[in-house]
């Protein structure tokens, strides 16, 4: 796979730990929630320290389309019915904020940033979307429907987003990170209460954050039931044209589509990690529509599904007061990035966030999803085969598409000689 935001950048080095130390907060994980987090307490006078267990930003933040709106995956409309206004407008608010806050630090990061409308289209369903655009007026936020958007081929309707953005998450994320106390190469293999035990040092902290993408703390907080991950593919295209926005289908699985200088980034065939799926879908539609077009950059990304398609973020879990976690960014992790940084800044601060009630996680677990992803781990778990993943032990699917083996219950990857690629599994597995 080839990523196109690793390309032209200059990475960041930073140190391995080779040490005990203590801090005050220690941050698990060099994504963008934990790369914002550390800048925001750099900024306020906290003593931190951030580990990642490879290099920052090489995780899911480099396979990240690089989006910056509150227009998300789950529409608001099905928020409201389930979870009420009150909340639906929350998460709303939070994330409109979150695009407010990458947009001014964008003055000072130069990170490609640029302003775009985002827009929501169903194939089929006109009604569901005037539905969600009048849900979105009634909740405060200028929403328009309609019926024509730049696409090369024709929908029932769609939602636009105005003053909705773009950028380059690596230029960003390597910016943010300037100065800060990181560590590279570090890989936690151990969490007891607030002391972090590394291959070469332990780090003894006050308070511990977990942005690791999926957690890897099974003891707590039953993320491992909360959670199921999902694959999509993407690829980068020259010889299209621009399509003035970013773009994506309201339909789980549906394409997706932003501009980058001279390139037409389109995704989509997203699945539980695990189950069948690759480029060929993606592939097959540009054939389509973008016959002469010439394939640049292809890779595929990984996102963490929550139960009610709202982030965790808040204490781990009741029983451990001290440890914090940022995950279930739902296909929507760069303003949920920024989301995250804000909630887990105040709560280290002591200080309370208006925010926070909407993605507390500890709020019920009853729903469906939840069955689904318990029905997935027991089916994989009895499957008779030899390859098991190292998290539980479940039975583990060979991915034509990317030569790896992938966990269908927690979306742990392995490379084919058993090496470790995702978590939240901590070590490779004897493919022999």
């Known amino acids: 796979m080839k990523y ?11 140190p391995s730990l080779e040490k005990d130390i203590k801090t005050d907060v220690l941050i698990i994980g060099g994504g963008m929630a934990g790369i914002l987090t550390a800048y925001k307490l750099k900024e306020v006078g906290t003593e931190y320290v951030l580990v990642d267990a490879d290099k920052i930003g090489m995780g ?12 998300i995956d789950t529409l608001y409309s099905d928020f409201v019915k389930k979870d009420g206004d009150k909340i639906a407008k929350l998460y709303l608010d939070a994330n409109l904020n979150a695009v407010n806050e990458f947009r001014e630090l964008s003055k000072k990061i130069d990170c490609d940033f640029e302003e775009r409308p985002s827009v929501q289209y169903s194939l089929d369903d006109e009604q569901l979307m005037r539905d969600e655009a009048e849900c979105l007026n009634s909740l405060g936020f200028n929403a328009e429907f309609i019926k024509e958007t730049p696409l090369d081929f024709p929908v029932a309707g769609a939602v636009k987003f105005p003053s909705m953005a773009q950028f380059h998450p690596l230029k960003f994320l390597y910016g943010a990170a300037e100065g800060l106390n990181i560590y590279e190469n570090t890989f936690v293999r151990s969490l007891e209460g607030t002391t972090a035990y590394t291959d070469k040092g332990k780090i003894s902290a006050k308070r511990v954050i977990i942005a690791t993408h999926f957690p890897f703390k099974d003891s707590h907080g039953l993320y491992f039931m909360k959670l199921y991950q999902n694959r999509s593919y993407v690829i980068a295209i020259k010889g299209a044209k621009d399509l003035g926005c970013t773009i994506e289908d309201c339909k789980q699985g549906g394409l997706y589509f932003r501009n980058y200088k001279d390139l ?41 599904v929550s139960l009610d398609g709202r982030a965790y973020i808040g204490r781990y879990s009741p029983n451990l007061p001290n440890v914090y976690v940022a995950t279930g960014f739902n296909l929507w992790g760069m303003t ?9 800044c105040d709560m280290m601060l002591g200080k309370n966030n208006g925010y926070a009630e909407a993605v507390a996680p500890n709020r019920s677990m009853l729903n469906s999803q939840l069955f689904l992803n ?31 083996w992938d966990c269908p219950c927690h979306g742990s990857r392995f490379d084919a000689e058993g090496r470790l690629i995702n978590g939240p599994a901590l070590k490779g597995i004897d493919i022999n």
């Open 264 to 304: 037409l980034i389109i995704g989509g065939d997203g699945h539980r990690t695990g189950k069948s799926g690759g480029f060929e879908t993606v592939r097959s539609f540009i054939r389509k529509y973008y016959p002469s077009a010439q394939e640049v950059y292809a890779w595929a990304n990984q996102d963490c």
């Open 336 to 344: 949920t990035s920024m989301i995250a940084s804000d909630i887990l």
């Open 4 to 14: 196109l935001w690793t390309q032209e950048v200059t990475k960041k080095e930073f």
């Open 60 to 71: 899911i933040t480099r396979g990240t389309t690089a989006v910056l709106s509150a227009q």
């Open 374 to 404: 318990a029905g997935s781990t027991i089916i994989n778990f009895i499957k008779p085969t030899l390859k098991r993943c190292s998290h539980l032990g479940c039975a583990l699917s060979w991915n034509d598409a990317e030569g790896t």
